[in-house]
């Protein structure tokens, strides 16, 4: 899998992307990453990427032509215009990092893993100009509901996202199944997991996981974890996830 940055600040990338399984995926072959300059498709001697937008208003806005020539490049082909716009590949998208876009959630990561290649649009400033939201970006994406300096950051998060559900990036698969946002069965509920209250969960957090030492300050590792009976490990573990997700994340209930 292929990950293009566009982004005005280039060496944002050099640390985020060089630790841990992205930086394993990488050295493996598993996923390629690209960085490229935004400003390096400018035309003026100052490299100008922003300008005010009609209408007026506070800050500066991301330019159309440099994003639209950048993806264009890296993508090989052009987007055409309002009278005949062509498409890119289904194995491909084209993301736009805002704040105004659709929430990042786990089962966009694993619907974007599908893909061969992904070009991020990292914006800047107080965003972008629409046309590029409506007519380059596949989809706009945000990961929360606030608001941040720019969308390299984002951009990172995704693509950390997204390569761990690759094959091999992980050294147990099984890692991707068996973690935070699991989504459920469809006649799977919080009743399953020992509960008795009537709402369902649209994706259960993880249970809680506990190491050595088996008492530390005081606080003992729960009997049953040690135990060695493992039907009663997973009874107590599905119990424990459908707690944690009613205490930290009741938004994932429904009635």
Not at 20 to 49: C, S, Y
Request: net charge negative; proline share 5%.
């Amino acid at each position: 899998m292929r990950f293009d940055l566009i982004t005005i600040f280039p060496e944002f990338f050099t640390g985020p992307l060089d630790y841990g399984i992205v930086r394993r995926a990488r050295e493996a072959g598993i996923v390629q990453i690209h960085v490229q300059d935004l400003r390096e498709f400018t035309k003026d001697r100052h490299k100008t990427v922003d300008d005010r937008p009609f209408g007026g208003g506070e800050g500066m806005v991301l330019k159309p032509e440099p994003l639209f020539e950048a993806v264009e490049k890296l993508l090989g082909q052009s987007m055409g215009d309002s009278t005949q716009k062509a498409a890119f590949a289904s194995d491909t998208a084209v993301v736009l990092l805002s704040a105004a876009g659709k929430l990042f959630t786990q089962e966009t990561a694993r619907r974007l893993a599908k893909l061969e290649r992904i070009a991020f649009i990292c914006g800047r400033y107080e965003g972008v100009d629409e046309r590029v939201a409506e007519h380059l970006a596949t989809e706009e994406i945000s990961i929360g509901d606030y608001v941040l300096s720019g969308g390299e950051l984002p951009a990172a998060i995704v693509l950390d996202a997204v390569t761990r559900l690759q094959p091999g990036a992980l050294g147990n698969e099984a890692s991707t199944e068996n973690e935070s946002f699991r989504k459920l069965d469809a006649d799977e509920s919080l009743a399953t997991a020992g509960d008795s209250h009537p709402r369902k969960a649209r994706l259960l957090l993880d249970y809680p996981h506990y190491t050595r030492p088996a008492e530390f300050r005081g606080w003992k590792v729960p009997d049953v974890l040690i135990g060695g009976h493992h039907a009663e490990v997973a009874k107590w573990r599905a119990q424990q996830a459908a707690e944690k997700t009613r205490r930290n994340r009741p938004d994932l209930l429904v009635s």
